[in-house]
């Protein structure tokens, strides 16, 4: 396989990972109709930034270090399901405090910065999208790749996680959809909590169990 077909078999297993439904897909979802527009893209963009950086570990070998270092994937694990359990928390505690619509651009700048760094926060927690970028980098890229693939491969993931979650903060943010979550939102809430809490106990649970 040639370094150019290599980079878009990467890009295409990534894209269809990244179409999974998972924590950051509710996330990005739950801020685009409970929040504003602009919160599910802030969300998404951290979630683009978050690609950016498992791409710089993929490519500098993190999968071949969680095979060698098992202690440090159970870490992995056990830290990221810890940090969804708290969101989820969070996300369970505040279902019943209004929100207030009337003026969607009051504090907008300090709401997108939190959704951006929550959106961040979310992706690198989830040692699963670590090794499956580490996998698929170690499956599909060529043992020496050209510089232009060091290069390229960053931008390329980068757009590939924010083109995504992006078309998921337009699709849910608009008006037919905010308002039925509006209607909906103390359980809508609840539910989307319990998701993300199932996936982070669920982490904590596989963590001991050997094996990457």
């Known amino acids: 396989m040639t370094a150019s077909a290599a ?5 295409a297993a990534l894209w269809l990972g990244a179409m999974i439904p998972g924590p950051s897909f509710v996330l990005v979802a739950r801020n685009s109709i409970g929040l504003s527009r602009r919160d599910g893209l802030a969300t998404a963009l951290g979630m683009g930034v978050g690609g950016i950086a498992f791409g710089g570990v993929a490519l500098a070998g993190l999968y071949t270090l969680l095979q060698a270092v098992e202690w440090l994937y159970v870490a992995l694990k056990l830290a990221g399901g810890a940090y969804l359990i708290y969101m989820a928390s969070k996300i369970w505690r505040g279902a019943d405090r209004p929100i207030a619509m009337d003026d969607p651009q009051a504090g907008a700048a300090g709401s997108a910065r939190k959704s951006f760094l ?17 996998s698929i980098f170690a499956a599909l890229l060529p043992q020496h790749p050209p510089l232009w693939c060091y290069l390229a491969l960053p931008p390329l993931v980068f757009a590939v996680e924010f083109g995504w979650y992006t078309i998921v903060a337009l699709c849910f943010s608009t008006r037919r959809p905010r308002e039925l979550y509006l209607r909906a939102r103390k359980w809508v809430d609840r539910i989307a909590a319990g998701a993300i809490a199932l996936l982070g106990l669920r982490l904590i649970l596989n963590a001991p169990k050997a094996g990457i």
Not at 7 to 11: D, N, T
Not at 128 to 134: L, Q
Request: overall charge positive; proline content about 5%.
């Open 118 to 134: 929550t959106g961040l926060t979310t992706q690198l927690s989830n040692p699963k999208t670590a090794i499956w970028y580490g």
């Open 7 to 11: 980079v878009l078999a990467i890009l």
